[in-house]
């Protein structure tokens, strides 16, 4: 049962409602016994009554019926519905998935064979108009890497590493339990500000590390880094990323072929550390 203070204003005004009704029950009970109580004056002498005073009996008047009080009854509060559970996150794919849902490089055999005989990584940025006014920018891509998944997935999300990797990467800064990674990057003379909140995901055959920027530049853009087993120490690392706004905070230069080859230099540093480093 909630205590009283738990109600607060609630149980202040039961209280007043009490004294109120309280004193009406008082004032109408007094009154409905003065009502019911008989006349107690002698009554006035006939004509023809003697001279001799008669005795007058008395009646008891009746009893006040007693007053009673109200009990008071805190009632609990309806609980709030209780939500339900959230569900655990899921990977972005599924393992038997149509090619249809997939990257656009799995729907393409010549450039996957081209990705594991010349190590190509593959790299797409473009920018699309939506229905409602607002522009899409999508960024894509993927490289094999020679290092089981675990390792490679686990190397990394070692974040602060990224300033050792890419001199892109001004300010790394992430939080262990929050799963927050706060980043400065720059390219071109310009500066992005984010704060991520990260999601990792791992089953048997991919790993995801799911992403929202929450704060600064492209608030609202969601994407993945994925690493998918291609064999005992080949795993498949890929990014994707999406945000819709009516503007984009970069110039379309920089949002095509010049970001491309930024992400695919990046990339292939990247690779180089996960390939060289013993995790």
């Known amino acids: 049962m909630a205590s009283p203070a738990a109600h607060?204003?609630?149980?202040?005004?039961?209280?007043?409602?009490?004294?109120?009704?309280?004193?009406?029950?008082?004032?109408?009970?007094?009154?409905?016994?003065?009502?019911?109580?008989?006349?107690?004056?002698?009554?006035?002498?006939?004509?023809h009554a003697p001279s001799k005073k008669m005795a007058v009996k008395k009646t008891a008047p009746l009893a006040k019926p007693p007053l009673t009080k109200a009990p008071i009854v805190i009632v609990d509060?309806?609980?709030?519905?209780?939500?339900?559970?959230?569900?655990?996150?899921?990977?972005?794919?599924?393992?038997?998935?149509?090619?249809s849902a997939k990257p656009y490089w799995k729907s393409k055999p010549a450039l996957l064979k081209r990705m594991l005989d010349e190590r190509f990584i593959t790299v797409s940025v473009k920018r699309e108009?939506?229905?409602?006014?607002?522009?899409?920018?999508?960024?894509?891509?993927a490289g094999d890497v020679n290092r089981e998944k675990e390792?490679?997935?686990?190397?990394?999300?070692?974040?602060?590493?990224?300033?050792?990797?890419?001199d892109h990467f001004k300010t790394v800064s992430f939080e262990e339990k929050t799963q927050k990674l706060f980043i400065i990057s720059e390219a071109?003379?310009?500066?992005?500000?984010?704060?991520?909140?990260?999601?990792?995901i791992s089953e048997d055959w991919r790993s995801e590390v799911q992403w929202e920027v929450i704060w600064g530049s492209f608030k609202g853009m969601k994407g993945l880094i994925g690493f998918e087993r291609l064999g005992p120490r080949s795993t498949e690392v890929s990014f994707q990323g999406r945000y819709e706004a009516k503007e984009l905070?970069?110039?379309?230069f920089l949002m095509?072929?010049?970001l491309e080859v930024i992400v695919q230099k990046v990339a292939e540093k990247m690779r180089t550390y996960l390939e060289a480093h013993v995790p």
């Open 129 to 141: 108009s939506l229905p409602d006014g607002r522009m899409a920018f999508i960024m894509a891509g």
């Open 256 to 258: 095509g072929f010049a």
């Open 151 to 166: 390792a490679s997935a686990r190397m990394a999300q070692d974040y602060p590493k990224l300033k050792e990797i890419s």
């Open 77 to 99: 509060p309806i609980p709030a519905a209780i939500p339900s559970p959230t569900p655990p996150p899921t990977l972005s794919i599924a393992k038997n998935a149509p090619l």
């Open 249 to 252: 905070p970069l110039p379309p």
């Open 188 to 200: 071109l003379g310009y500066e992005a500000r984010m704060l991520l909140q990260l999601t990792p």
């Open 8 to 47: 607060g204003q609630g149980v202040t005004t039961f209280g007043i409602g009490q004294v109120l009704f309280s004193f009406i029950f008082f004032i109408s009970g007094a009154a409905t016994a003065h009502a019911l109580e008989p006349a107690t004056r002698p009554a006035k002498a006939s004509a």
